[in-house]
Every structure is written in C-alpha cells, then in structure tokens.
C-alpha cells in the first residue's frame, strides 16, 4: 500500500470512528428535568414552624380540579379536598367554608400566605400546601394543624427546586388542600351545660306533645 493509499484509509478510519462517536454522544442526550435541588421542610412555614414533610413531583396540583398524585404515596390519598388556589395572573379563590387564604409574592420565588378560620370553633386540619414551577410541584404537608376560631395564622414560602436549566424558577401555581378537618371536644366544664341544654328542649317538646295529643281527645 503506498503512502498516498494509506493516508487515504486513516482519513476514513477517523470519518468512521468520529460518526460513531457522534452517535453514541446524541444516544446519550436526555431532556433534563426539573429537580429537587435544595427544597426542604423549611422552605415553607406556618407560625413559624417548618412543614412536617415534602414531596416532590412532575404532577402540577392544578390539574383536574387539584390532583393529590404528587404527594399521595408520601401524604397519604384519603380525604383530601381542595380548600383554595392561585394562579400568577389571578386572585385567590377559596373553595372552604370554614377556612380563608392569601398568598403574596405570586409570580416570584417567595412570599407571604395566611390561613384564617372564619368559624366561632377551633379547628385542627392535615394541611398541605402545594406549589407548583416549571413543571414541578413541591407539596408541603402540616400534620394536624390547628387554628382557634377567628385566628389568622401567617407563613412564609419559597422555591429552591431547580427547573430544566438548574435555575431556580418562578411561582406558576398554588394549591390548599385539607383533611381530617376537626372540632375539639368541649371543655369537661361544658359538657353538663350541654346535657341540661338538651335535656329542657327534650321536656319543651314532650309537654308540646301532651298538649297537642289532650287537645285531640277533648
């Protein structure tokens, strides 16, 4: 083989072997995703106090009227209702009778949010808030919360997931979801007050009846 001739084949052979390469380098391209970066428990308050768990996930709680998926098998699937949501561009809406919400900062990375118990009882809840960011979501549960009757209780919130790019990305939505919503037990104190209560209705309506059955008889 003269020199020209195996010029000619190492041409080839490195042609061939950088295709092959190329290849191999384009198989291994995968779409980035979000990721969990550094969200944790903290990353949203209530009264001060940290979550009590997270769950990270691709489901925007959004979806369907709030779907639970992204934090079920972590939270739990049973009971949960959707008590409010916000949207970047829109006001709050709150879906509960009991409970009102606000939230600032939409649109941002951080913010501000309350939850007020419009009723005359106190109430204990499993509360989770789930915010959603490019294409994640990050549900933040408070087990067994509790808010007194008329008290507004305030948080805090922040993002610092990582989105495709390793940024962190902006608000898009927000989701309230409760469970398990309950009244205390009355005071022992209470309780007699109670059971005399009824117990005069129970004689107003039997001497109503004695003098509606006398009347049928005269």
Known sequence: MNHSTMTKALLLCALAAGTVAHAANDSKQVVKGPKIGKASVDDVKLDKFDADKLAFSTINPMQYG?????????????????????????????????????????????????????GSRNAVLDLTVAIHASKASTAFL???????????????????????????????NVVFFGRDVAAPVPEPHVLPMTVAGLAVLGTAAWRRRGKGNAGNVA
Do not use: C, H, K, Y
Not at 159 to 168: D, R
């Open 66 to 118: 709030g779907n639970t998926a992204g934090f079920a098998n972590v939270f739990g699937t049973n009971d949960w209702e959707v008590l409010g949501t916000q949207e970047a561009r829109t006001r709050l809406v709150d879906s509960s009778d009991l409970f009102d919400f606000t939230f600032t900062g939409a649109g941002g990375t951080s913010g501000t949010w309350t939850i007020t118990n419009t």
């Open 142 to 172: 408070f087990d067994d919360q509790a808010v007194a009757a008329g008290q507004t209780l305030n948080g805090t919130w922040q993002i610092e997931w990582l989105n495709g790019g390793g940024q962190v990305p902006g608000f898009s």
